[in-house]
């Protein structure tokens, strides 16, 4: 099944020296396992 934004960017932030974006009012997160960066929108 599909998961939810809340689980994938807790999966995200799980990833150890990633980034979690998330884009409220839509289904989009964007994750980033490598090293700690920012991102704009």
Same mark, same amino acid.
Not at 2 to 27: D, E, F, L, P
């Given at each position: 099944g %599909? #998961?939810?934004v809340n689980?994938? +960017?807790?999966a995200?932030?799980a /990833?150890?020296?990633?980034?979690v974006?998330?884009?409220?009012?839509?289904?989009?997160?964007?994750m980033? /396992?490598g090293q700690? #960066? %920012?991102?704009? +929108?």
């Amino acid at each position: 099944g %599909s #998961r939810s934004v809340n689980q994938m +960017a807790k999966a995200a932030i799980a /990833c150890n020296g990633g980034g979690v974006g998330r884009y409220s009012g839509s289904n989009f997160v964007h994750m980033d /396992c490598g090293q700690i #960066r %920012s991102w704009g +929108a």
